[in-house]
């Protein structure tokens, strides 16, 4: 039993255009689960091409005012925005805790996540500068400087773990940058989605700056990736749909930011603070129920630390404690939806075959419904195993010996992809190698899950293509034109002849 009472809900979840709320033009619906319990809990709207080409026009209407507003203007909107998410942040964790099984007390910190994202932003579009330069010397120069321009309605497609969140995290540099957007949320989750008109009305953003439209991915999302109103395509979900969205971009020269899956390695040295590196392993994979885009999810250790490093994990594995997602207690929750759960239980099953399992791998006895799988531990996993190649995104980590740092290098580049690498050593200097070595986006040294929203976000290879975060988020949104004017007896080039 899942044991909890559903939070408010609407009977059917609206899409949100033109500053109203809005049925799908065919009036079709798509059901929503309780993850604890798979059974249906409410609606959804199941947007297509004419929902999305609507939210287009109304974005598109929106668009010369919210561009024409000065930085300032638009950062003190995006601080009321921070300010509504942060007044509404029991709600929103118990909605998304609800809907996609995040144990509630992560869902509490990524709420408070969210309106950071929105401060972050305000903060970046009103301290950015632009670009000049001079060329000539004194009294003939040429100067060029650069203006940003808004590039127009901006698509923005989510997927469905920490869904709230990472809709704050595009949402807030498009509207920064001065572009009004059209939001297609994941449809496994759209109950948190459903408090932002809420949340936007209460913070003054104008009707039309931000427009959702629900529905499935090849309805609703290929809608708004086709169509040619919306310039840049921001996407968040996996490397087999990045490709098919990336493809649409080619069609129509959108400019695309894509942050896609993840298989990212957690190397850990003999001479590590294994205390430290246990923690952060554990964490790492099984926070968020293993589905997290940068998951430590592939543990490579060195030889002489393999045995004992595994004894204490699998014990460490064992205690932590899988239950409702409402139970503040609950450290893994159930995982997003029974498609996904049977996928996960796919990869187990394939993983049993392929390497040694030591935890999990199993419901827990206590939760004999919903999407529950005790955190999953595999030993002995060769580079060839599917479990050790490709993303799980649920509770399940492997675990591969290595001898010395070019194996670790090795193994780290043995997948297709490149988002994020962890590195536990107490040799700063072969931490650097490493990091340097590894091909990722990014990599983290000691530490893991700390992030400077300034720095750059995104991956190498089947990761992704682009990074977002701080000035680069503004980037995207906006189109650089660049203005030469002669100053003072500049001359231009010109044919000879007349003076
Ligand atoms: P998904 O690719 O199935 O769906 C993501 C979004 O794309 C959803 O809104 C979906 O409806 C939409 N979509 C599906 N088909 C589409 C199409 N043809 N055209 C346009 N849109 C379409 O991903 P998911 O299962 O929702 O999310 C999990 C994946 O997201 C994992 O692979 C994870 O690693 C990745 N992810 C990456 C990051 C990152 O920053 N790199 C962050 C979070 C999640």
Avoid at 162 to 173: E, G, N, R, V
Avoid at 364 to 384: K, Q, W
Avoid at 439 to 444: A, I, L, P, Q, Y
């Amino acid at each position: 039993m899942s044991g909890r009472s559903t939070p408010p809900a609407p009977s059917v979840i609206a899409h949100w255009i033109g500053g109203e709320p809005a049925e799908a033009a065919d009036g079709r619906v798509l059901d929503v689960t309780d993850p604890a319990s798979n059974r249906v809990y409410t609606q959804v709207a199941r947007g297509g091409p004419a929902d999305v080409a609507r939210a287009v026009d109304a974005a598109g209407a929106a668009f010369p005012a919210w561009a024409a507003a000065s930085p300032q203007e638009r950062a003190r909107v995006l601080h009321r925005v921070a300010d509504a998410v942060e007044e509404r942040r029991e709600r929103l964790a118990a909605a998304e805790s609800y809907d996609s099984g995040l144990p509630i007390g992560q869902a509490r910190g990524q709420a408070h996540r969210a309106a950071e994202n929105f401060r972050h932003f305000a903060g970046v579009i009103t301290t950015l500068g632009e670009d000049a330069c001079r060329q000539g010397g004194a009294g003939a120069e040429q100067l060029s400087y650069v203006v940003r321009v808004p590039a127009g309605v901006a698509g923005l497609i989510t997927p469905w773990n920490t869904p709230f969140m990472l809709q704050s995290w595009k949402l807030a540099p498009a509207l920064a940058a001065g572009c009004p957007v059209v939001l297609k949320p994941a449809e496994w989750t759209p109950l948190s989605a459903s408090l932002w008109p809420e949340i936007l009305t209460a913070a003054g953003v104008p009707a039309g700056v931000v427009n959702i439209v629900h529905g499935t991915g090849p309805e609703a999302g290929q809608a708004l990736a086709d169509h040619p109103g919306v310039p840049l395509i921001s996407f968040t979900g996996s490397t087999a749909t990045g490709r098919r969205v990336l493809r649409s971009c080619a069609d129509h020269f959108k400019a695309a930011s894509m942050e896609l899956g993840g298989k990212s390695p957690v190397v850990v040295f003999a001479d590590a603070d294994v205390e430290a590196a246990l923690d952060a392993v554990v964490f790492g994979v099984f926070s968020l129920n293993g589905e997290r885009c940068t998951a430590g999810s592939r543990l490579l250790v060195e030889r002489p630390l393999y045995g004992e490093f595994v004894r204490r994990l699998t014990d460490r594995a064992a205690r932590v404690r899988v239950g409702p997602p409402s139970d503040a207690a609950t450290e893994v929750g159930p995982l997003v939806h029974a498609d996904h759960y049977r996928r996960v239980l796919e990869y187990v099953r394939s993983g049993r075959e392929e390497a040694r399992l030591v935890a999990g791998g199993e419901r827990p006895v206590h939760l004999p419904e919903g999407n529950y799988l005790r955190p999953t531990v595999f030993t002995d996993v060769p580079r060839e195993a599917r479990v050790f190649q490709e993303e799980i995104f649920g509770p399940v980590l492997t675990v591969t010996a290595f001898d010395g740092e070019d194996e670790a290098v090795d193994l780290a580049n043995a997948t297709r992809y490149g988002l994020a690498a962890y590195v536990w050593t107490s040799g700063l200097r072969r931490g650097h190698r490493l990091a340097h070595a590894i091909d990722s986006g990014m990599v983290w040294i000691n530490s893991h899950n700390v992030r400077d929203l300034r720095s750059p976000f995104g991956g190498t290879k089947a990761s992704g293509v682009g990074r977002e975060g701080g000035a680069r988020g503004i980037d995207f949104h906006t189109e650089a034109k660049t203005v030469h004017v002669a100053v003072g007896d500049a001359r231009p080039p010109r044919f000879g002849g007349t003076p």
